[in-house]
Every structure is written in structure tokens, then in C-alpha cells.
């Protein structure tokens, strides 16, 4: 009896399947795999004849270099091993450095797995199963060090002195990799050896080019140290990194001196350069006389130019990486150390010697949150000029002026002009074929198209009947102070009005009367006009609307399915429910009335899950590419939802707390919300999978959130890893982070409850995006928020004009940029007078404090002789703001003020008095203050 794998095996080799002309088969060696078909393979491979070939290396080579959707998941992995580095690990060392805490090695490892799953560690990654470690994480100190990445932490306490580390995040299953080396209180030949360690892998990176040979990098990484210092020859590893990727580390892709294969475009590498077993002079114990250095990146190659450093955000120059050590001695005496010559420190509780981190050149201590992000503001500001001005310099900025539309033509020859006997007799005649309407003028009939028609007007007046038609003209004025129409030859002459006049009395022998034909153009003209004007706005609607591929259906019926969803923007009046499928290459939303809806795969720009917590749906939103067109109406954003719970309620209905048919709902809407959050996110994974990188799904961070007014009604505005939006109301609201140029605060005062937020884009053409009414107690929330985004910010104390500004700057950017570009909304440039002018009350005013406290309320009262003169040095101040605010108040004294309201008091009770008298005197009680003593009076 033969089992199934032998039948599947006899059943594959036949002719259909293979040749038989070849004796070759090819095989991964190092698999090593179990069982019974396993065998039976084997066997039957023997039995044919065939001889086995390990296509690894090939293999291995032909799938290094990576295409678009890899990198982007390759970068978003280094990201998470940068975050990884800077919010934990750095973080942990720096920690137990000024604390002066023991810690051990294989704790701070094992700290690093459940640190990934964190989100403040990690916040650029929605789901936290998507990211793991790619091998446990490595940290070594006290003199031993072993630069492998078989190896494993050990149980010791971290030394102080020289750490190193590695580790990797694997995200989607695509590995990068970081190595670092920390040097606490380092000496100068420690110093020494790290930034020839530096300098050897910057040098090593620019030599990692396309079609470099692998072992020519290695030869000239190896050469120039041999040139700028070869006493470390002997200590160098003997590799200079790997190809990483699905694999962590490809075997048949390292930079030694054997590999000769080549350097591709997209192949990612993990670069590193170690030192070990090197020689401490300065040491004074066994540990701190041996040393090691690890340094390692991961790097991609580009197709001109050296390779590209994904986890450069990971600090590594010496500066950054040194930490000094400051020691309690005599107050005459301070310890010079090879970076700064820090003042001794006093000793601390209990004699110890108090440790304090310096980073740089200023201690951690003295870096504030706010300090940290001043000067990541200062960095995103010089950057910004220079990355728009460079962005601008690519190719020709095109200014966007006013779309010059083709001109409608009623007739192109006069073969087509209308022979019907209206226009032969000199009459008023409409062409509904050509949109024209046919004037006589001056013993001609001249055509005048349904487009140059402004409005028909039609009176009756006596006898006659009167038909004004109003043309479109330079000058006339519109709806909104602005011309909608923009005429090729604004300089030729226009006619702006006619008017027709026609008798309504019937002559004898005439069916009807001369004014029935004025009554019928009108009629026409109305319709031509509608007809027009709707496929005007049609076509208005079309703009920027790109047709959408064909949606290919799966053939198996097994596609991922979520039932009993609704679409928004709904299809009809009525709310109809549907089910949303994935197919091969897009979405299909089937209604239950046979409706269809496709989206594609490739025309989505950002896709997002938001699941049920806290909220009533839950949804799957689409922000598009490019726009599409469902009933006749232009898309960006489509949504799928369902609700999962009452989204009204009965005010009517007694609850109470123990009733049991309310405990029951509570439950069975847990449930439902569980079900349908486990029901979609199975939907979004197999998505994910299907569009093999097309579609990936983001959630938005509730945590982060903070209330605004996109439009017109106050929503909560939540950050996604790469966008600001709010889901749940309709119309969305969706802001790309990589389009934003800089972010602007309006209204930021300190008496204002609320403050105005103004995203500018790098496009300066697209108008910019205001978000009203958002909390004052949020402003640091959200300037923190944008702040870790690397998006620059500024703020001011009033409302700009921001058409004004974007016409300004988009009439020349490059010249724009070149005067300072947005430097002009930071308020330091606004209030330099102002802060002068305080400093110099500050110094005048600081040896008395008690004048100070006294000025402060002298300006409401009178009876403080002795602050006089502070009373009127801030009424001056006084004065002269109110000469900025108000022109039409300053100069006033007290007594003019005082005249005006007397003046406003007695005008206001005249005219009570009057409403009192003009009231009817029915209800004595209204008129003498109601309920109260004087109805009591006038009842008596």
C-alpha cells in the first residue's frame, strides 16, 4: 500500500513535469527537514538518478536587492531599532550612570523584548505583533567582550567604562540592525581607537557603492586602515558586515576578502566594524586595562552615489556617545577629562560620591524638555529653507495662475449656421443643438453662445413685453468678489446688455401674439442654461479624476469578507448595508441592491483602522490617490463601518444599575464589540498578506488625540504614524505629516481659552488647512506631539491672512526663500522691541521689589502717592499699547473716559425709560417689576 506522498511524488515526475533531459536538481542545503514525505522525496530523487546542487548562494544573490515595498518596510524596521535605541537602551545607561545603579547586562537585554511591545518606545508601528527582536540583544562591559551574534548577555553587573551593544528589530519579518558603544569617563587612547572605529565605517560606507565587488570593499576598508593606523590591524574583525533582509544575516553575502560577488541597487547591508582585545594604558583594574569597540549600521545601497544610512538617527560621534563622570574631591582640585574639564562635584548622602551624566558639553541634568525641544526647532528651521529651496530647484516651479478654459464656439464655418425662416425673417432664435441663441442686431443675425449669457430676465408692462438678456463681461461683478470667468481677450470690446420689446396684441389673421416668441426664448434660454451649467459642473467634478484599473476577482471564493457594513459617502438617501471583499487587486463593495463599489489596491494612499474602543463603529477608511467617481460625485475618502452600540438614547427610560436586562445588554455589547474587533483585524492581516504590501493599515493613537474644529463641528484629531485625522465624523478630516511644511499657532495668548492651528504644505499652491478652537491646556501636548513628528512650528498672538501670504509666496518662492522664508513668524522677531523695552524696566526697577509689588496695582487706584511715578510710567506703557491696538482711543485721560461712560449711562436709561413707557399697561405687574414688591403695591 503506497502512501499518499508516494503517490503525490510518482504523480510529479512525470513527463508533463519535468524533461528528464537534466540530472541536476537544486537544493537548500542547510534545510534540514523531518518526516516521512521528506524521505520519500529523497528516495525518489535517488531512485531517478538525480544529483543534488546547493542553490543557496544563487538564491541568495537573486533576492538581496529589494524593491520599493521592501525598503519601505526595511526603513520603517530601522526606525523601530533607532526608537529602540534612543528611548530605551540609551535612556538605561544613562540612568544607571546617574543614579550610580547596578544593573545587570541580561536584564537590560531582556528588557529590550517587552520594550518593543511598548508604544511610547515604539509609536511609529500600529501593531505590536508586527515587530520582534531578531536575536536577543547583546550587551557587554567590564573587559569581556566577545563581537558575535551567537553570543548572549551575561549575568554580570554592568561595569562602568566602555559598553558596547547590538541588537535588531525585525518588523514584517524584515531585519535591520544597530551596534553601539558607550564610553563612560573614557581616556584619550579609548577616545583614539572609537573615532578611528567611526571614521573606518564612514569610509567603508562610501566605498559600498553598486557594482563594487564585496571583496574590493573589504580590501579598501582594510588599506586605509593599514594607512591611518596599523597597530589595529591585529584587532579588526575579519568581516566588515553582512546582507540582511528576510534572513538576518546572508552567509554568501559577506564583506570579507573571499566574497566576490557584487553590490546592487536595493541590496541592504549591515555594516560593521569591531575592535577587540584592545589595550587600555590608563586602566587601573583588569577591566578597565582591555577594551572593545562595535560600531555597526544598517545601510542600503543606492543606484549612483555611496549607500544610504537607514539608523543614522542613532547617535554615534564620540561626543555623543562619551559620558563624563564627575567625581567629589577638594574644591582646589578638578580632574581633567578627555572632553571637558568638569568643576568636582560635592559629596552626596552618606559620602558617596555623587554621579552627574554629561552629554556634549553640558550636563544631562540641565536639559529640559523644553531646552531639547528649542533646539530640535532650531534644527528643523535651518533644515526647512534648505530642503524647500532644493526641493524648488529640482525642476520649474509652475505658478498657478488662472485655467484659460477653450473657448466655446457656437459655429466653426458658416456651412453650419441655422437656415430655419427665424432667422431668415430677422427673429429671435434659440439653437438647442449648438447652445446659441441667435440675436438680431443691425439687420443681421448674430449667434451668441449659451456660455457668454450672464442671465434672462422677462417683464410684462402694459402692452408689451420686455426681454432683458445680461452678458458675461470683464468686470462684472460675482459672488464672492472674485471673477469666476477668465476671458482669453480681456482688452476687445463686450456687450453687457440687450433688451427685446415685443407687442402682446394679436393682429388679425396672427395664431398667436409677436410676444409669444420672447416668452419662448426665455423658456429655452433657462433650459440651455440649466443643460449647461450641469455638465459644467460635471466636468468641474471630473478634474484630477484618473480612471481605475480593472478589478480582477478572485476565482476561489475565498477572498477575506466583512458583512453588514455601510459606505460612507452613502451611495443613496436610504442606508443600505453591504459586504466589502478583498480580491486580487483591490476592494468590491456590494450593496444589497446589487451596487458596486472598487477600490484598487494601487490607488490607495493611506488605509486606516480604527477599532471600537471608545467609540460607536467601527471602520475601515480609504484615503485615495486619486480621486474617483461614484454617482456622479468626486471621492478622495471612503469609509466602511458598522456600529456597535445604541447611538442614541431613550431619556425617557428608567436604568438603574442592578436591572438585569441592562447588565445583560452591557455584556452581549462587550462581546459584540470583542468579536468585531478580533473580525476586522483578521480582515486587515489578510489583506495585508493579499496585497502584498499595497495596503497597510494604520490605527489612530487615541492617547494622543485632542479636540479641534476641522470644519464645522468640534472632533477629536488623532495622530496616525504618518498622518493627523478624525474618522468617526463625516466629512473626514485627513492631513498626510510628510506634506506639511510647517504648523502655525494663531491666537496663542494666555487670557484665550482656545487657539487656532494652521497646517502650510510644501506645495504652496494648496491652500492651507485651519483647525479652530482647540483647548489652551493642550498647547504643549500638541507641540510635543508635533515636535517628536519633526515638524517645525511656529506661533503668534493674531489671526493671519493666509490667501495674502500663499499668493505672495507662491508669485516667487525661490526669492521668498532667500529673504528668510517663514522666519517671519516667529515671534522673537515680533516682540524684539517689546523684550527691550522690559529688560530695561527689569534693570531700573529690580533693587526694589516692594515698588514693584506696589506698581503692580497702582494702576487701578489713585491713593498710593508714593508709587507715583511707577503709576505713570505704566500708564505711559498703557498708552502706548493702546496706540498699537486702538488708534481711536489713545490719547484719552481718565477724565474723557469717565465723561464717555456718563454719557453711555444716561443715553442707555433714556432709552429704558422709553421702552418702559411704549409698554401696555394691562400688566401692572410686568411693568413694575414683575413678581416682586412693586405688584404687591399696585394690587393694593
Same mark, same amino acid.
Given at each position: ?225 593599514? =594607512?591611518?593606523?596599523?597597530?589595529? %590591524? ?26 566576490? !560577488? ?19 594604558? /590608563? ?157 438680431? %442686431?443691425?439687420? /443681421? ?64 389673421? /396672427? ?142 427610560? !428608567? ?5 438585569? *436586562? ?25 489583506? =495585508? ?61 494666555? !487670557? ?28 504643549? !501636548? ?94 505711559? *506703557? ?63
Amino acid at each position: 500500500m503506497q502512501s499518499h506522498s508516494q503517490i503525490l511524488i510518482r504523480s510529479t515526475f512525470k513527463d508533463e513535469f519535468f524533461s528528464l533531459q537534466g540530472k541536476t536538481i537544486g537544493i537548500f542545503a542547510k534545510e534540514k527537514l523531518d518526516g516521512d514525505a521528506y524521505t520519500d522525496w529523497n528516495n525518489a530523487i535517488t531512485k531517478a538518478g538525480f544529483t543534488k546542487q546547493d542553490i543557496s548562494m544563487v538564491v541568495a544573490y537573486i533576492m538581496a536587492p529589494k524593491d520599493d515595498k521592501e525598503i519601505a518596510l526595511m526603513t520603517k524596521s530601522s526606525v523601530c531599532t533607532v526608537d529602540l535605541f534612543k528611548k530605551f537602551y540609551w535612556e538605561q545607561i544613562m540612568t544607571a550612570v546617574d543614579q550610580d545603579k547596578r544593573v545587570k547586562h541580561l536584564k537590560i537585554a531582556d528588557g529590550m523584548d517587552s520594550a518593543i511591545k511598548r508604544r511610547e518606545i515604539i509609536p511609529n508601528v500600529s501593531d505590536p505583533d508586527d515587530v520582534e527582536m531578531c536575536y536577543p540583544a547583546i550587551v557587554q562591559s567590564g573587559g569581556k567582550f566577545n563581537f558575535k551574534f551567537n553570543v548572549t548577555s551575561e549575568n554580570d553587573n554592568l561595569q562602568f567604562g566602555v559598553i558596547c551593544a547590538s541588537f535588531g528589530v525585525k518588523y514584517k519579518e524584515y531585519c535591520s540592525n544597530v551596534a553601539r558603544t558607550v564610553m563612560v569617563a573614557p581616556t584619550k587612547s579609548q577616545l583614539a581607537c572609537y573615532d578611528i572605529a567611526y571614521e573606518l565605517e564612514e569610509h567603508i560606507v562610501k566605498k559600498l557603492t553598486a557594482g563594487a565587488r564585496l571583496c574590493d570593499v573589504y580590501e579598501a576598508g582594510i588599506a586605509w586602515l593599514r =594607512e591611518k593606523k596599523p597597530d589595529l %590591524l591585529e584587532n579588526v574583525k575579519k568581516n566588515f558586515g553582512f546582507a540582511t533582509g528576510l534572513e538576518f544575516r546572508e552567509a554568501f553575502l559577506v564583506i570579507n576578502e573571499k566574497t566576490t !560577488h557584487m553590490a546592487r541597487k536595493g541590496m541592504v547591508f549591515c555594516v560593521e566594524v569591531a575592535f577587540q582585545g584592545l589595550k587600555n594604558t /590608563e586602566g587601573k583594574t583588569d577591566a578597565e586595562k582591555t577594551f572593545g569597540i562595535w560600531l555597526g549600521d544598517t545601510v542600503i545601497v543606492k543606484e549612483t552615489g555611496p549607500a544610504e544610512i537607514l539608523t543614522k538617527g542613532a547617535q554615534k560621534k564620540s561626543k555623543q556617545v562619551s559620558i563624563i563622570v564627575e567625581t567629589a574631591k577638594d574644591d582646589d582640585d578638578k580632574e581633567d577629562l578627555a572632553i571637558i574639564e568638569v568643576e568636582t562635584a560635592t559629596a552626596g548622602p552618606a559620602g558617596r560620591s555623587r554621579r552627574t551624566a554629561v552629554t556634549g558639553e553640558r550636563l544631562r541634568t540641565d536639559f529640559s524638555g523644553e531646552e531639547k525641544r528649542k533646539k530640535n526647532q532650531e534644527r528643523l528651521r535651518d533644515e526647512l529653507n534648505k530642503k524647500a529651496y532644493a526641493r524648488l530647484s529640482k525642476g520649474k516651479e509652475e505658478v498657478a495662475g488662472p485655467r484659460l478654459k477653450k473657448a466655446n464656439v457656437a459655429y466653426r464655418n458658416i456651412n453650419n449656421f441655422p437656415t430655419d425662416d427665424e432667422v431668415k425673417h430677422l427673429q429671435i432664435y434659440v439653437d438647442k443643438r449648438a447652445e446659441t441663441l441667435i440675436l438680431p %442686431l443691425f439687420g /443681421e443675425p448674430v449667434p451668441f453662445h449659451i456660455s457668454i449669457i450672464k442671465s434672462v430676465a422677462q417683464s410684462v408692462e402694459g402692452d408689451y413685453t420686455y426681454l432683458r438678456i445680461n452678458f458675461l463681461h470683464p468686470g462684472a461683478p460675482v459672488m464672492g468678489g472674485q471673477e469666476k470667468h477668465v476671458f482669453s481677450h480681456p482688452e476687445a470690446q463686450f456687450l453687457k446688455e440687450l433688451t427685446f420689446r415685443s407687442s402682446n396684441t394679436k393682429e388679425p389673421g /396672427e395664431l398667436a401674439p409677436a410676444s409669444s416668441n420672447l416668452t419662448n426664448t426665455f423658456r429655452l434660454v433657462k433650459e440651455l442654461q440649466k443643460k449647461y451649467k450641469t455638465r459644467e459642473q460635471e466636468e468641474r467634478e471630473h478634474e484630477g479624476v484618473i480612471k481605475q484599473d480593472t478589478l480582477m476577482l478572485n476565482p476561489n471564493k475565498n477572498q477575506p469578507r466583512l458583512k453588514d457594513l455601510f459606505i460612507r459617502p452613502p451611495l443613496s438617501q436610504k442606508r443600505i448595508s453591504g459586504a466589502l471583499e478583498a480580491h486580487v487587486n483591490g476592494f468590491r463593495y456590494t450593496t444589497l441592491r446589487g451596487e458596486k463599489v472598487d477600490v484598487l489596491y494601487n490607488n490607495i494612499k493611506h488605509a486606516f483602522f480604527q477599532p471600537c474602543d471608545g467609540e460607536m463603529i467601527i471602520l475601515l477608511h480609504f484615503h485615495l490617490k486619486n480621486a474617483v467617481v461614484y454617482q456622479k460625485r468626486k471621492i478622495v475618502d471612503i469609509q466602511f463601518y458598522t456600529e456597535v452600540g445604541e447611538t442614541t438614547t431613550d431619556l425617557g427610560k !428608567h436604568y438603574h444599575m442592578h436591572d438585569r *436586562d441592562d447588565l445583560a445588554s452591557e455584556q452581549a455589547e462587550r462581546e459584540l464589540r470583542n468579536r468585531l474587533t478580533t473580525a476586522f483585524k483578521t480582515f486587515t492581516e489578510k489583506v =495585508e498578506a493579499i496585497s502584498k504590501g499595497d495596503v497597510d493599515f494604520d490605527t489612530p493613537f487615541r492617547d494622543l488625540g485632542f479636540p479641534g474644529v476641522p470644519f464645522r463641528s468640534t472632533a477629536i484629531l488623532q495622530p496616525t504614524s504618518t498622518c493627523l485625522v478624525n474618522l468617526s465624523e463625516w466629512p473626514p478630516f485627513v492631513i498626510t505629516l510628510d506634506e506639511v511644511e510647517l504648523v502655525h499657532f494663531e491666537r496663542v495668548q494666555f !487670557h484665550i481659552k482656545n487657539f487656532d492651528m494652521v497646517f502650510v504644505f510644501k506645495d504652496y499652491h494648496r491652500k492651507p488647512v485651519l483647525v479652530t478652537a482647540i483647548p489652551m491646556n493642550l498647547l504643549e !501636548h500638541v507641540k510635543s506631539w508635533l515636535d517628536n513628528s519633526d515638524i517645525y512650528f511656529t506661533e503668534g498672538i493674531q489671526s493671519l491672512n493666509w490667501v495674502k501670504i500663499m499668493k505672495t509666496v507662491g508669485e516667487d518662492p525661490k526669492e521668498f526663500l532667500r529673504e528668510g522664508g517663514w522666519q517671519f513668524l516667529e515671534p522673537e522677531d515680533n516682540a524684539t522691541a517689546a523684550a527691550e523695552e522690559d529688560e530695561e524696566d527689569d534693570d531700573e526697577y529690580k533693587g526694589s521689589e516692594s515698588e514693584d509689588a506696589g506698581s503692580g496695582s497702582g494702576s487701578d487706584s489713585d491713593d498710593d502717592s508714593g508709587d507715583s511715578e511707577v503709576d505713570e510710567e505704566e500708564e505711559d *506703557d498703557d498708552a502706548s499699547n493702546e496706540d498699537l491696538s486702538s488708534g481711536e482711543e489713545s490719547g484719552k485721560d481718565w477724565d474723557e473716559l469717565e465723561a464717555e461712560a456718563a454719557k453711555a449711562d444716561r443715553q442707555k436709561a433714556m432709552e429704558e425709560e422709553q421702552e418702559s413707557s411704549r409698554m401696555p399697561a394691562k400688566r401692572p405687574n410686568q411693568r413694575f417689576g414683575g413678581s416682586g414688591g412693586g405688584a404687591k403695591r399696585m394690587r393694593r
